[in-house]
Nanobody, 125 residues
Framework: QVQVVESGGGLVQSGGSLRLSCTTS????????VGWFRQAPGKEREFVAA????????TLADSVKGRFTISRENVKNSVYLQMDRLMSDDAGVYYC??????????????????WGRGTQVTVSK
């Protein structure tokens, strides 16, 4: 049984920063690419960022480029999402997802097998 756990969400003022963390139990993240998605109230879940298993390639949604950074520390079995210059549109529940392997774009939910329960990010004006 693989469990994906996100942490680091919270309330932050517009323009502020947060760092989300993702880790797993039951299986190491080392051999897998990882993605972050988010869902705002009343909206579809959307892709935010992804990183390949060795960290050699990252992909970011256009809406967060230049503000968010995804990274990983395999020795700590962790993937991070550093979020800077947060805006109200960034608010929502952020989900970490671990890929199922194989081909396919990291942008699509079908790429991922294991999902966390999410961590709430609230941005105040």
């Amino acid at each position: 049984q693989v469990q994906v756990v996100e942490s680091g969400g919270g309330l932050v003022q517009s323009g502020g920063s947060l760092r989300l963390s993702c880790t797993t139990s039951g299986r190491s993240l080392v051999d897998y690419g990882v993605g972050w998605f988010r869902q705002a109230p009343g909206k579809e879940r959307e892709f935010v960022a992804a990183i390949t298993r060795n960290g050699g390639r990252t992909t970011l949604a256009d809406s967060v480029k230049g503000r968010f950074t995804i990274s990983r520390e395999n020795v700590k079995n962790s993937v991070y999402l550093q979020m800077d210059r947060l805006m109200s549109d960034d608010a929502g529940v952020y989900y970490c997802a671990v890929e199922a392997g194989g081909t396919g774009s990291y942008v699509y939910e079908s790429k991922y097998r294991y999902w966390g329960r999410g961590t709430q990010v609230t941005v105040s004006k």
